[in-house]
Protein backbone atom coordinates (compact mmCIF):
# COMPACT_ATOMS: atom_id res chain seq x y z
CA UNK A 1 0.00 0.00 0.00
CA UNK A 2 0.97 3.46 -0.25
CA UNK A 3 2.87 5.18 2.37
CA UNK A 4 3.73 8.98 3.00
CA UNK A 5 6.31 10.17 4.60
CA UNK A 6 6.10 14.27 6.01
CA UNK A 7 9.10 16.29 7.23
CA UNK A 8 10.08 18.05 9.35
CA UNK A 9 7.36 17.35 12.30
CA UNK A 10 8.14 20.35 13.95
CA UNK A 11 8.83 24.14 11.99
CA UNK A 12 9.38 27.40 13.25
CA UNK A 13 9.98 30.39 11.12
CA UNK A 14 9.58 34.69 12.03
CA UNK A 15 6.77 36.44 11.05
CA UNK A 16 6.77 37.11 6.60
CA UNK A 17 9.69 34.48 5.99
CA UNK A 18 8.46 31.68 3.93
CA UNK A 19 8.04 28.04 5.15
CA UNK A 20 8.85 24.34 3.22
CA UNK A 21 6.92 21.20 4.13
CA UNK A 22 8.09 17.80 2.29
CA UNK A 23 6.27 14.63 1.41
CA UNK A 24 7.34 11.44 -0.70
CA UNK A 25 5.13 8.88 -0.96
CA UNK A 26 5.39 5.32 -2.28
CA UNK A 27 3.08 4.25 -4.72
CA UNK A 28 3.56 5.46 -8.26
CA UNK A 29 -0.29 5.21 -9.22
CA UNK A 30 -1.03 7.97 -7.16
CA UNK A 31 -2.27 10.97 -8.70
CA UNK A 32 -4.04 13.23 -6.04
CA UNK A 33 -2.03 15.46 -3.76
CA UNK A 34 -3.89 17.41 -1.03
CA UNK A 35 -2.52 19.39 1.85
CA UNK A 36 -4.88 19.85 4.83
CA UNK A 37 -4.96 22.78 7.46
CA UNK A 38 -5.92 21.79 11.10
CA UNK A 39 -6.24 24.52 13.44
CA UNK A 40 -5.94 23.94 17.16
CA UNK A 41 -9.77 22.10 18.53
CA UNK A 42 -10.67 21.61 14.53
CA UNK A 43 -10.47 19.37 11.89
CA UNK A 44 -8.48 19.22 9.02
CA UNK A 45 -9.17 21.75 6.52
CA UNK A 46 -8.40 21.22 2.94
CA UNK A 47 -6.16 24.17 1.67
CA UNK A 48 -4.78 23.16 -1.29
CA UNK A 49 -4.50 19.82 -3.86
CA UNK A 50 -2.55 19.45 -7.07
CA UNK A 51 -3.07 16.44 -9.24
CA UNK A 52 -0.67 14.50 -11.54
CA UNK A 53 -0.93 16.49 -14.67
CA UNK A 54 0.63 19.68 -13.52
CA UNK A 55 3.92 20.47 -11.72
CA UNK A 56 3.08 23.45 -9.78
CA UNK A 57 -0.25 25.15 -8.27
CA UNK A 58 -0.92 28.58 -6.35
CA UNK A 59 -3.42 30.00 -4.87
CA UNK A 60 -2.28 33.35 -2.90
CA UNK A 61 0.66 32.89 -0.36
CA UNK A 62 0.74 28.62 -0.80
CA UNK A 63 1.98 26.71 -3.22
CA UNK A 64 2.47 22.92 -4.06
CA UNK A 65 4.83 21.82 -5.92
CA UNK A 66 4.82 18.04 -7.31
CA UNK A 67 8.16 16.01 -8.75
CA UNK A 68 6.40 12.50 -9.44
CA UNK A 69 9.78 11.00 -11.13
CA UNK A 70 11.18 11.58 -7.13
CA UNK A 71 7.44 10.91 -6.06
CA UNK A 72 7.95 14.04 -3.46
CA UNK A 73 5.81 17.06 -3.35
CA UNK A 74 5.86 20.18 -1.08
CA UNK A 75 3.82 22.85 0.32
CA UNK A 76 5.15 26.52 0.11
CA UNK A 77 3.89 28.86 2.30
CA UNK A 78 5.19 33.11 1.46
CA UNK A 79 4.80 35.88 3.82
CA UNK A 80 3.73 34.01 6.94
CA UNK A 81 1.71 35.01 9.64
CA UNK A 82 0.56 34.08 12.88
CA UNK A 83 -2.44 32.64 11.22
CA UNK A 84 -0.99 30.04 9.52
CA UNK A 85 0.41 28.45 12.64
CA UNK A 86 -1.73 25.02 12.94
CA UNK A 87 -0.53 21.43 11.74
CA UNK A 88 -0.06 20.20 8.43
CA UNK A 89 -0.68 17.05 6.46
CA UNK A 90 0.00 16.04 2.91
CA UNK A 91 -1.76 13.02 1.52
CA UNK A 92 -1.43 10.99 -1.29
CA UNK A 93 -4.49 9.01 -3.22
CA UNK A 94 -4.90 7.33 -6.69
CA UNK A 95 -6.98 10.32 -7.31
CA UNK A 96 -9.99 8.91 -9.75
CA UNK A 97 -10.57 4.88 -9.89
CA UNK A 98 -11.70 2.43 -7.75
CA UNK A 99 -9.18 3.12 -5.04
CA UNK A 100 -9.56 6.96 -4.81
CA UNK A 101 -11.73 6.98 -1.80
CA UNK A 102 -8.51 5.85 0.33
CA UNK A 103 -6.26 9.39 1.68
CA UNK A 104 -3.02 8.38 2.96
CA UNK A 105 -1.97 10.97 5.35
CA UNK A 106 1.69 11.89 6.22
CA UNK A 107 1.77 12.32 10.02
CA UNK A 108 2.16 16.21 10.01
CA UNK A 109 3.88 19.45 10.70
CA UNK A 110 3.34 21.65 13.57
CA UNK A 111 3.96 24.78 12.17
CA UNK A 112 4.66 27.97 13.93
CA UNK A 113 5.11 31.36 12.66
CA UNK A 114 6.37 33.74 15.88
CA UNK A 115 5.42 37.47 15.74
CA UNK B 1 -16.80 22.32 8.96
CA UNK B 2 -19.97 23.21 10.40
CA UNK B 3 -21.90 20.76 7.71
CA UNK B 4 -20.30 17.87 9.86
CA UNK B 5 -21.00 17.70 13.11
CA UNK B 6 -19.11 15.11 15.77
CA UNK B 7 -21.65 14.47 19.29
CA UNK B 8 -20.05 14.30 21.97
CA UNK B 9 -17.11 16.45 21.28
CA UNK B 10 -15.22 15.39 24.92
CA UNK B 11 -15.85 11.72 25.98
CA UNK B 12 -14.15 10.23 29.40
CA UNK B 13 -14.84 6.68 29.83
CA UNK B 14 -13.78 3.84 31.82
CA UNK B 15 -11.87 0.79 30.44
CA UNK B 16 -14.74 -2.25 28.91
CA UNK B 17 -17.54 0.15 28.62
CA UNK B 18 -19.25 0.55 25.42
CA UNK B 19 -19.31 3.67 23.55
CA UNK B 20 -20.57 5.65 20.40
CA UNK B 21 -19.26 8.05 18.32
CA UNK B 22 -21.72 10.00 15.93
CA UNK B 23 -21.59 11.89 12.78
CA UNK B 24 -23.73 13.49 11.06
CA UNK B 25 -23.73 15.47 7.61
CA UNK B 26 -25.66 17.90 5.67
CA UNK B 27 -23.41 18.28 2.64
CA UNK B 28 -25.43 15.47 1.08
CA UNK B 29 -22.41 13.48 0.11
CA UNK B 30 -22.76 9.96 -0.13
CA UNK B 31 -19.12 8.65 1.15
CA UNK B 32 -18.30 9.04 4.76
CA UNK B 33 -14.78 7.99 7.27
CA UNK B 34 -13.83 7.78 10.75
CA UNK B 35 -10.29 8.37 11.13
CA UNK B 36 -7.96 8.21 14.76
CA UNK B 37 -5.43 10.95 15.46
CA UNK B 38 -3.03 10.08 17.41
CA UNK B 39 -0.05 12.49 18.44
CA UNK B 40 2.67 11.62 15.98
CA UNK B 41 0.85 9.18 13.74
CA UNK B 42 -1.20 11.61 11.81
CA UNK B 43 -4.62 10.29 10.73
CA UNK B 44 -5.39 6.63 10.19
CA UNK B 45 -8.56 5.19 8.73
CA UNK B 46 -11.01 3.17 10.71
CA UNK B 47 -13.88 2.25 8.57
CA UNK B 48 -14.95 3.57 5.46
CA UNK B 49 -19.10 3.69 3.98
CA UNK B 50 -19.94 4.32 0.36
CA UNK B 51 -23.65 3.92 0.87
CA UNK B 52 -26.26 2.78 3.52
CA UNK B 53 -25.47 -0.77 2.47
CA UNK B 54 -21.82 -0.74 1.88
CA UNK B 55 -19.50 -0.79 4.86
CA UNK B 56 -15.51 -1.40 4.76
CA UNK B 57 -12.99 -1.85 7.52
CA UNK B 58 -9.67 0.60 7.16
CA UNK B 59 -6.37 -0.12 8.28
CA UNK B 60 -7.37 0.13 12.40
CA UNK B 61 -10.59 -1.52 12.51
CA UNK B 62 -9.74 -4.11 15.34
CA UNK B 63 -11.92 -3.03 18.41
CA UNK B 64 -14.13 -1.01 16.84
CA UNK B 65 -17.48 -1.27 14.48
CA UNK B 66 -19.86 1.28 12.81
CA UNK B 67 -22.99 1.21 11.62
CA UNK B 68 -24.64 3.65 8.24
CA UNK B 69 -27.76 4.32 9.74
CA UNK B 70 -28.56 7.02 7.09
CA UNK B 71 -27.47 8.88 4.17
CA UNK B 72 -26.45 11.04 6.71
CA UNK B 73 -25.59 9.52 9.43
CA UNK B 74 -22.70 7.19 10.53
CA UNK B 75 -21.66 5.92 13.99
CA UNK B 76 -18.59 4.37 15.57
CA UNK B 77 -18.70 1.80 18.51
CA UNK B 78 -16.36 0.67 20.76
CA UNK B 79 -17.74 -2.12 22.07
CA UNK B 80 -14.96 -2.36 24.79
CA UNK B 81 -13.01 0.39 25.34
CA UNK B 82 -9.84 0.08 26.62
CA UNK B 83 -7.08 2.85 27.36
CA UNK B 84 -4.77 2.52 24.32
CA UNK B 85 -8.22 3.38 22.30
CA UNK B 86 -7.50 7.19 24.00
CA UNK B 87 -7.57 9.73 20.96
CA UNK B 88 -9.18 12.25 18.97
CA UNK B 89 -11.24 10.33 16.25
CA UNK B 90 -12.83 12.35 13.11
CA UNK B 91 -15.67 11.94 11.13
CA UNK B 92 -15.15 12.86 7.25
CA UNK B 93 -17.45 12.79 4.13
CA UNK B 94 -16.95 13.36 0.56
CA UNK B 95 -18.57 13.17 -3.02
CA UNK B 96 -17.09 10.90 -5.36
CA UNK B 97 -19.09 12.91 -7.93
CA UNK B 98 -17.26 16.08 -7.22
CA UNK B 99 -14.17 17.49 -8.85
CA UNK B 100 -13.77 14.75 -11.26
CA UNK B 101 -14.08 11.86 -8.94
CA UNK B 102 -11.04 13.68 -7.49
CA UNK B 103 -11.30 12.57 -3.09
CA UNK B 104 -11.74 16.15 -1.29
CA UNK B 105 -12.48 14.99 2.25
CA UNK B 106 -14.69 17.11 5.02
CA UNK B 107 -13.80 17.05 8.57
CA UNK B 108 -16.23 17.26 11.49
CA UNK B 109 -14.62 19.10 14.22
CA UNK B 110 -13.37 16.19 15.86
CA UNK B 111 -14.50 13.86 19.55
CA UNK B 112 -11.57 13.56 21.79
CA UNK B 113 -11.99 10.28 23.86
CA UNK B 114 -10.14 9.33 26.83
CA UNK B 115 -10.66 5.71 28.91
CA UNK B 116 -9.01 5.63 32.10
Known amino acids: GENVEQHPSTLSVQEGDSAVIKCTYS??????FPWYKQELGKGPQLIID?????GEKKDQRIAVTLNKTAKHFSLHITETQPEDSAVYFCAASRGSGGSNYKLTFGKGTLLTVNP | DADVTQTPRNRITKTGKRIMLECSQT?????MYWYRQDPGLGLRLIYY???????NKGEISDGYSVSRQAQAKFSLSLESAIPNQTALYFCATSDFRDAGGYNEQFFGPGTRLTVL
Open chain 1, 27 to 32: DSASNY
Open chain 2, 27 to 31: KGHDR
Open chain 1, 50 to 54: IRSNV
Open chain 2, 49 to 55: SFDVKDI
